[in-house]
């Protein structure tokens, strides 16, 4: 008889100990991770609507041909909504600051357009715009004080591109740079961009 309560004893100690366990668990969570919600900066002018307000445009060579201008410009889409547009008609061009013998007297294309941001708390921050392109060395930039940033255009459709960088000293350059920009090979296409809707987050605190 005692051989036979001790073998029950032994058979229902494991189910005890895990109802117990779970009777005790019961109600107790893991605490979930703190997202800090995001707060959105104001631009001027982040959709071109207003031209180039707001933007520092450089462009090393800017030309006009009729309707069509090279460079970094504002252009109009057909519904005439407006857009940051990069076009080069191929994919060097000459340097104006090179008289003619100076060999070699042509060069890729270079430029930038970019906003001042200032008042902003040190910090972590993303910068984001819709923008597509043919070619390279065409990119979404960002320098928060201590070093610059940059992520490549590298789709032909728009897409949305998503930059992160740091602040510090309370002021930021934000926008598009062109470094070298060069038209896709072997086609020899010349290098273009589009770009629209920027916008600039950061975590509150």
Same mark, same amino acid.
């Given at each position: 008889?005692?051989?036979? #309560?001790?073998?029950? &004893?032994?058979?229902?100690?494991?189910?005890?100990?895990?109802?117990? &366990?779970?009777?005790?668990?019961?109600?107790? #969570?893991?605490?979930?991770?703190?997202?800090?919600?995001?707060?959105?900066?104001?631009?001027?002018?982040?959709?071109?609507?207003?031209?180039?307000?707001?933007?520092?445009?450089?462009?090393?060579?800017?030309?006009?041909?009729? *309707?069509?201008?090279?460079?970094?410009?504002?252009?109009?889409?057909?519904?005439?909504?407006?857009?940051?547009?990069?076009?080069?008609?191929?994919?060097?061009?000459?340097?104006?600051?090179?008289?003619?013998?100076?060999?070699?007297?042509?060069?890729?294309?270079?430029?930038?357009?970019?906003?001042?941001?200032?008042?902003?708390?040190?910090?972590?921050?993303?910068?984001?715009?819709?923008?597509?392109?043919?070619?390279?060395?065409?990119?979404?930039?960002?320098?928060?004080?201590?070093?610059?940033?940059?992520?490549?255009?590298? &789709? #032909?459709?728009?897409?949305?591109?998503?930059?992160?960088?740091?602040?510090?000293?309370?002021?930021?350059?934000?926008?598009?740079?062109?470094?070298?920009?060069?038209?896709?090979?072997?086609?020899?296409?010349?290098?273009?961009?589009?770009?629209? *809707?920027?916008?600039?987050?950061?975590? #509150?605190?």
């Amino acid at each position: 008889m005692k051989q036979l #309560s001790f073998l029950i &004893s032994t058979l229902l100690f494991p189910t005890l100990v895990s109802i117990f &366990s779970i009777s005790c668990n019961k109600g107790v #969570s893991k605490p979930s991770e703190v997202v800090k919600p995001a707060n959105q900066i104001t631009l001027i002018n982040p959709g071109f609507e207003d031209s180039t307000t707001g933007w520092a445009i450089q462009n090393d060579s800017a030309y006009t041909n009729g *309707d069509i201008k090279w460079g970094i410009t504002v252009q109009k889409d057909r519904y005439g909504s407006r857009y940051l547009n990069f076009y080069a008609p191929q994919n060097y061009h000459k340097d104006s600051t090179k008289p003619d013998w100076v060999a070699p007297n042509w060069t890729p294309w270079n430029g930038g357009a970019y906003q001042t941001v200032s008042n902003l708390k040190d910090g972590n921050y993303t910068l984001k715009c819709k923008a597509a392109a043919v070619g390279y060395g065409m990119f979404l930039w960002a320098d928060g004080g201590e070093k610059a940033d940059s992520v490549a255009f590298k &789709s #032909s459709v728009y897409e949305t591109k998503i930059l992160e960088f740091i602040v510090k000293g309370g002021t930021a350059k934000i926008g598009f740079r062109c470094s070298n920009a060069d038209g896709t090979q072997p086609a020899l296409l010349a290098p273009w961009f589009n770009a629209d *809707d920027v916008e600039l987050w950061t975590e #509150s605190e």
